[in-house]
């Protein structure tokens, strides 16, 4: 068996299992790495997803500012294909580079170790002026079609973007075995009546395309990419009462998770940060003349350190007296042990980051001293009555 054969019927028996196929354009090793882990089922290498690991917009993958298939061929040769080994990656191949010729670079495609070939950048997306200058000179979607067509011929997996029924007939015919309704740049922010038209006009097109590339390749995978739909409900509303059978997206598992979870993240950590380092030391080094002196100095480190291992061992060494007695005049203050009122900071600590920041749950786990999100899980439950999970839908 070819590895496109296994490729297509890998993908086959998800789809009989699942329903349905999720592609994701990755532009890390780091985001292969973790969307494999999460399930995704392919990989497209775009040079638009390189550009956005490094927060520059994707459109500056239809600029001039790099070589496209230089891009893609440097990057994804060396962090994609040595870091996701199960998993297919699909070359995002510029098929108008008039500096290549387009069967010796599809060999070279292939040679390298990817499964198959995306056409992206495509000529697709840009209409108005520009784009007709572009078809007066020669640089049409046909060089694409000519690229798939090349591709499927030398057994390689072919994943179209179309933007049109003509377009999606044309790439049925060169044997795509992917035909992806490409519905424009990944829109965000609209919400209500406008978002609802924006993803029922994308529903009628996309279902007008299919029908005309149907009937060319009735077994054709169908999937969709972009527009209105980037969030999960989006994507259910498209597949019901259609035969799609996927979704492919680039900024929706990349740009917009990373930029929320950073900044997020980035301002919880910077919200706590009520403690001066400086005044702690400045403690140690006068020593303690009080029982309160020792227990205030355990709560403020608790206060600054909860997201750390914090042990009664490692604070009594610190302030160079026993466990024993550290731990006895913690008690003997706050009327509960020092576990006890760690666990119970980190549970409320936990509860304002899950009621103020719209972070996910093992992120909140990690941000309060809780590496096993079971084990936060469990302790949370314990002490509040309800499951994380629970406890954020009703905040």
Same mark, same amino acid.
């Given at each position: 068996?070819?590895?496109?054969?296994?490729?297509?019927?890998?993908?086959?028996?998800?789809?009989?299992?699942?329903?349905?196929?999720?592609?994701?354009?990755?532009?890390?090793?780091?985001?292969?790495?973790?969307?494999?882990?999460?399930?995704?089922?392919?990989?497209?290498?775009?040079?638009?997803?390189?550009?956005?690991?490094?927060?520059?917009?994707?459109?500056?993958?239809?600029?001039?500012?790099?070589?496209?298939?230089?891009?893609?061929?440097?990057?994804?040769?060396?962090?994609?294909?040595?870091?996701?080994?199960?998993?297919?990656?699909?070359?995002?191949?510029? $098929?108008?580079?008039?500096?290549?010729?387009?069967?010796?670079?599809?060999?070279?495609?292939? /040679?390298?170790?990817?499964?198959?070939?995306?056409?992206?950048?495509? @000529?697709?997306?840009?209409?108005?002026?520009?784009?007709? $200058?572009?078809?007066?000179?020669?640089?049409?979607?046909?060089?694409?079609?000519?690229?798939?067509?090349?591709?499927?011929?030398?057994?390689?997996?072919?994943?179209?973007?179309?933007?049109?029924?003509?377009? $999606?007939?044309?790439?049925?015919?060169?044997?795509?075995?992917?035909?992806?309704?490409?519905?424009?740049?990944?829109?965000?922010?609209?919400?209500?009546?406008?978002?609802?038209?924006?993803?029922?006009?994308?529903?009628?097109?996309?279902?007008?395309?299919?029908?005309?590339?149907?009937?060319?390749?009735?077994?054709?995978?169908?999937?969709?990419?972009?527009?209105?739909?980037?969030?999960?409900?989006?994507?259910?509303?498209?597949?019901?009462?259609?035969?799609?059978?996927?979704?492919?997206?680039?900024? @929706?598992?990349?740009?917009?998770?990373?930029?929320?979870?950073?900044?997020?993240?980035?301002?919880?950590?910077?919200?706590?940060?009520?403690? /001066?380092?400086?005044?702690?030391?400045?403690?140690?080094?006068?020593?303690?003349?009080?029982?309160?002196?020792?227990?205030?100095? @355990?709560?403020?480190?608790?206060?600054?350190?909860?997201?750390?291992?914090?042990?009664?061992?490692?604070?009594?060494?610190?302030?160079?007296?026993?466990?024993?007695?550290?731990?006895?005049?913690?008690?003997?203050?706050?009327?509960?042990?020092?576990?006890?009122?760690?666990?119970?900071?980190?549970?409320?600590?936990?509860?304002?980051?899950?009621?103020?920041?719209?972070?996910?749950?093992?992120?909140?786990?990690?941000?309060?001293?809780?590496?096993?999100?079971?084990?936060?899980?469990?302790?949370?439950?314990?002490?509040?009555?309800?499951?994380?999970?629970?406890?954020?839908?009703?905040?």
């Amino acid at each position: 068996m070819s590895k496109k054969e296994a490729t297509l019927t890998k993908l086959h028996q998800q789809i009989r299992t699942n329903k349905q196929l999720i592609g994701v354009a990755a532009g890390s090793g780091l985001t292969a790495k973790n969307v494999e882990k999460g399930g995704a089922d392919f990989l497209l290498a775009l040079s638009s997803g390189r550009f956005r690991q490094m927060g520059v917009s994707s459109l500056a993958g239809f600029m001039a500012y790099a070589n496209s298939n230089d891009v893609v061929m440097h990057f994804a040769s060396t962090e994609l294909l040595p870091i996701a080994r199960d998993i297919p990656i699909f070359f995002g191949l510029c $098929a108008t580079d008039p500096t290549i010729h387009l069967e010796d670079y599809i060999e070279r495609i292939k /040679q390298t170790g990817f499964s198959g070939v995306n056409n992206f950048p495509s @000529v697709g997306h840009i209409d108005g002026v520009f784009g007709e $200058a572009l078809e007066e000179r020669g640089i049409t979607f046909d060089k694409e079609v000519e690229a798939i067509r090349i591709a499927s011929e030398k057994e390689l997996f072919t994943v179209a973007f179309v933007f049109n029924e003509t377009q $999606a007939v044309d790439m049925a015919r060169a044997g795509a075995d992917v035909i992806c309704v490409h519905l424009g740049l990944t829109e965000g922010g609209a919400l209500g009546s406008k978002k609802i038209l924006s993803l029922q006009s994308a529903k009628q097109k996309t279902v007008r395309i299919f029908e005309s590339c149907t009937r060319v390749n009735p077994n054709v995978i169908q999937m969709i990419y972009g527009g209105p739909v980037n969030k999960p409900i989006d994507v259910q509303f498209m597949y019901d009462g259609t035969d799609i059978t996927g979704y492919i997206g680039g900024s @929706v598992f990349e740009r917009i998770p990373t930029e929320e979870t950073f900044t997020m993240i980035t301002e919880s950590f910077k919200q706590t940060s009520d403690f /001066q380092y400086e005044e702690l030391i400045q403690k140690i080094m006068n020593g303690m003349g009080s029982r309160a002196e020792y227990v205030s100095f @355990v709560k403020t480190y608790i206060r600054s350190y909860y997201m750390y291992d914090i042990t009664m061992q490692e604070l009594a060494q610190m302030l160079n007296v026993t466990r024993p007695h550290l731990s006895s005049l913690f008690k003997q203050e706050m009327g509960l042990p020092f576990k006890q009122y760690l666990i119970e900071f980190r549970i409320s600590r936990a509860k304002e980051i899950i009621q103020t920041d719209n972070l996910p749950l093992h992120a909140v786990a990690e941000m309060t001293g809780y590496q096993d999100y079971f084990h936060f899980s469990k302790i949370f439950k314990k002490y509040t009555g309800m499951s994380p999970a629970q406890f954020q839908h009703l905040t």
